[in-house]
Each structure stands twice: as structure tokens, then as C-alpha cells.
């Protein structure tokens, strides 16, 4: 099966979390989706995280640090996420290659709107949310 290790990013500020929507065509397309992707060879989830940020929402991840990895099979796919979550960047998030994009209270974020794989992440934010 098609295994792959992705970087995916939680952009807050303050309480609200950056999210951004999947296209139609592509796995899980439809979905919100926190912003990331596949580690590439050589690289840490670090710096796949600060290339697949820049790339996507425009912005420059000065720090961040690891929140939670989930290991889902969807049985098309086997994803491993390795979620950090963004402590300090520059410039302002946005659907840098025209997708759309929302920020959203924590309390707000619906499950039924992610990938199946992100429940625990939700999970964890909106506890320490608490
Ligand atoms: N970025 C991201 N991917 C997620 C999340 N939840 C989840 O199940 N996934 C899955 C969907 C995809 O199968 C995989 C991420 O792959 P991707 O399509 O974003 O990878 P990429 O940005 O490198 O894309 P590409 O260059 O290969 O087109 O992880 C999430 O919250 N964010
Ligand atoms: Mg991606």
C-alpha cells in the first residue's frame, strides 16, 4: 500500500486556527485540511514543514514544535502525520495556490469537515483549549 510521512502545520493566533480546503481531485479532496505535505527524502519534518508552508499559505515558520503524530490507514493510503504546531512565523496565511482558506475558533472546528486522521488532532486542541 501507498505509505506516506507528511509535515502538516497548526497555525494559531491567539485562539483561532488557520485551516485551508483540499481540491476536489486530489486524496481526501473536499476536506479542510491543516497545511503541509509529504517529507521528501533527506529532509527533517522541520524543514519539509517550512517548504510545504511557505509553498502553500505564503508564510516563513520561524519556529515550531511537535504536537502529535497520527498514524491512519485509509486503506487506499497509509498516512503518518507529524503535526508541530507553529510557534512563530512571518507574512500572512493564506490559500497561496488559490485554494480556500478560513480561520476558525478551536471550538468551532468540526471534525466532519477533516480527513478522518485528524479527530485526534482536534481532539488535542480543543483540550488543552480547555
Ligand atoms: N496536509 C495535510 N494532509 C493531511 C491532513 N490530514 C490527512 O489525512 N492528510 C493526508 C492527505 C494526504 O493523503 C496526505 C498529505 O498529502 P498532500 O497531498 O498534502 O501532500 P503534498 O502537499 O506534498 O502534495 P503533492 O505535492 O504530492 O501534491 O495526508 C491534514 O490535516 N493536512
Ligand atoms: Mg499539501
Redesign the pocket.
Known amino acids: 500500500m501507498k505509505r506516506?510521512h507528511?509535515a502538516?502545520g497548526v497555525v494559531a493566533r491567539g485562539s483561532d486556527i488557520f485551516t485551508t480546503l483540499?481540491s476536489k481531485d486530489?486524496?481526501?479532496g473536499g476536506k479542510w485540511?491543516?497545511?503541509?505535505?509529504?517529507v521528501e527524502n533527506g529532509e527533517t519534518v522541520t524543514e519539509a514543514l517550512k517548504r510545504?508552508l511557505a509553498e502553500?499559505i505564503g508564510i516563513d515558520v520561524l519556529s515550531s514544535e511537535p504536537l502529535i503524530v497520527i498514524e491512519?490507514d485509509?486503506g487506499d493510503?497509509y498516512?503518518k502525520?507529524d503535526v508541530h504546531r507553529v510557534t512563530n512565523f512571518n507574512g500572512e496565511p493564506h490559500g497561496k495556490e488559490g485554494q480556500s482558506s478560513r480561520w476558525q475558533a478551536v471550538n468551532d472546528l468540526n471534525v466532519k469537515d477533516?480527513?478522518?486522521?485528524?479527530v485526534a488532532?482536534i481532539q488535542a486542541l480543543t483540550e488543552e483549549n480547555k
Not at 485540511?33 to 509529504?38: D, Q, V
Not at 477533516?114 to 485528524?118: H, L, T, Y
Request: glycine share 8%; proline share 8%.
Open positions: 506516506v507528511v502538516v483540499r486530489v486524496h481526501q485540511e491543516f497545511p503541509g505535505g509529504k510545504e502553500e491512519h485509509y493510503k498516512v502525520l477533516f480527513p478522518e486522521a485528524n488532532i
